[in-house]
């Protein structure tokens, strides 16, 4: 793509507008598919390129997943921002800035060595673009664009298009990121991160939907925390809320990811185990209850004793959702009854056993 071709005349200029506007808005979308498909298809075709790859930052574990590419070789699937020394995208990420590379082993600011260059035999030119994906003053990802089809620079033109997508891209992203989070907070418990009594209610729904048309039987444990209201007046709320964090992650740790562990409310959590026949699922709330009693939380370098209750059943794919939350929660009341600490199960005859 020659500058000089395109901002000649007007009909060049709206020949490039009508090739932009239209790509301007796929990626303006909450589908991260549609973005992927403009940079790696689209944009490359418009800046004259033969490689693109787009990679999205996980902040919290400071890595770049590659999300698509274009490249007939292999490419790294994960880059880690810690790497030693940085690769050139590692370098874009980091200082936030377009990194234009007309000849990459004489560039000069940053120098970029061979040894930051795992492909380098890969690539028929020396020149690439690395485009930070910035939204709101934080890195979101990187789109990497290599290879120009001429063999020349990029000009004015490039750089300006480049710059525009990697701010439209980057918008787009971090507007899905926006909404994902915005979707998790709707269906979690902000304090634990397990589902929410709603989440809960939708989820035992779906099963009980699938055990109809499936078969199976599922078993649900209800689970409050012993004398939470004695560490909350020992020890203080944010020693209590550490508690509650520290039960929802030992609960986790207890069940299998088909499984679902909620917030019930407070102090108390449900947990909805599919295809999970009585037996087994008193193997799961007793592992639960002796877990919890021999870890207890630190807080402040101190160490505070607590345990839980535990109360289930077994229910069949007609049963009320209402109903099996109910009965195991009648069992959760017993095994308080009993001296807390301890399970107890709720048989259909009415009965509850030890």
């Known amino acids: 793509m020659s500058c000089e071709g395109n901002l000649g005349g007007p009909a060049a200029s709206i020949s490039l507008l009508e090739q932009v506007t239209p790509l301007a808005r796929q990626v303006n979308c909450l589908d991260i598919g549609r973005i992927a498909e403009a940079c790696i298809k689209n944009v490359p075709e418009l800046v004259g390129v033969r490689y693109a790859s787009l990679y999205m930052l996980d902040e919290t574990n400071k890595m770049l997943h590659l999300l698509r590419h274009n490249h007939p070789f292999l490419i790294n699937k994960i880059v880690s921002l810690n790497q030693n020394p940085p690769s050139p995208m590692v370098m874009a990420v980091k200082t936030k800035e377009l990194i234009l590379v007309g000849d990459i082993d004489t560039h000069k600011k940053p120098i970029i060595k061979r040894s930051q260059r795992a492909f380098a035999q890969n690539y028929k030119t020396n020149n690439c673009?690395?485009?930070?994906?910035?939204?709101?003053?934080?890195?979101?990802?990187?789109?990497?664009?290599?290879?120009?089809?001429?063999?020349?620079?990029?000009?004015?033109?490039?750089?300006?298009?480049?710059?525009?997508?990697?701010?439209?891209?980057?918008?787009?992203?971090?507007?899905?990121?926006?909404?994902e989070k915005t979707q998790r907070q709707a269906t979690t418990d902000g304090l634990t991160g397990l589902a929410n009594h709603k989440t809960f209610y939708e989820i035992l729904e779906k099963?009980?939907?699938?055990?109809?048309?499936?078969?199976?039987?599922?078993?649900?444990?209800?689970?409050?925390i012993d004398n939470l209201k004695e560490i909350n007046d020992a020890y203080g709320h944010r020693a209590g809320d550490?508690?509650?964090?520290?039960?929802?992650?030992?609960?986790?740790?207890?069940?299998?990811?088909?499984?679902?562990?909620?917030?019930?409310?407070?102090?108390?959590?449900?947990?909805?185990?599919?295809?999970?026949?009585?037996?087994?699922?008193?193997?799961?709330?007793?592992?639960?209850?002796?877990?919890?009693?021999h870890t207890p939380t630190i807080w402040r370098r101190q160490h505070i004793p607590f345990s839980?209750?535990?109360?289930?059943?077994?229910?069949?794919?007609?049963?009320?959702?209402?109903?099996?939350?109910?009965?195991?929660d009648q069992a959760l009341y017993l095994a308080k009854q009993a001296g807390k600490n301890t399970v107890r199960v709720f048989e259909p005859s009415g009965e509850y056993t030890p």
């Open 129 to 179: 673009a690395i485009v930070p994906l910035i939204c709101q003053g934080r890195v979101v990802g990187a789109l990497n664009l290599a290879d120009k089809i001429d063999g020349d620079v990029f000009d004015r033109e490039d750089i300006a298009l480049i710059e525009l997508f990697g701010q439209l891209v980057g918008a787009s992203i971090g507007n899905i990121k926006l909404f």
């Open 207 to 224: 099963e009980l939907w699938r055990s109809r048309r499936h078969g199976g039987q599922i078993s649900v444990i209800m689970v409050d």
């Open 242 to 293: 550490k508690v509650i964090r520290d039960v929802s992650s030992r609960i986790k740790e207890c069940i299998r990811q088909i499984d679902t562990a909620a917030r019930y409310g407070g102090d108390e959590f449900a947990v909805i185990l599919p295809n999970t026949c009585l037996d087994d699922a008193t193997v799961v709330a007793e592992r639960m209850v002796e877990v919890i009693a």
């Open 308 to 328: 839980i209750s535990a109360g289930l059943g077994q229910y069949g794919a007609d049963t009320n959702p209402e109903d099996m939350t109910s009965h195991s």
